[in-house]
């Protein structure tokens, strides 16, 4: 289980996988940063590949 902070603010979100880890945030990403979410220029794909570099780079819970 690793927890890591949004890469937005300091909201957390804990995931035993990267996936489960996006899967927490979603939620709050949704509530917190709509606008970050519905940006048709937002590369979703550079998302991905950032913040999977944080969350192999966090260390376990
Ligand atoms: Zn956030």
């Known amino acids: 289980m690793k927890t890591l902070t949004c890469d937005l603010c300091d909201t957390t ?3 035993e996988t990267f996936e489960q880890w ?3 945030l979603q939620p709050h990403y949704m509530q917190a940063h709509p ?3 519905n ?3 937002g590369d979703m794909q550079k ?3 950032d913040n999977k570099a944080r969350y192999e ?3 376990e819970d």
């Open 13 to 15: 979100a804990q995931g």
């Open 22 to 24: 996006m899967t927490a």
């Open 35 to 37: 606008d970050v979410m």
């Open 39 to 41: 940006d048709p220029d």
């Open 47 to 49: 998302w991905m590949v």
């Open 57 to 59: 780079a966090a260390k």
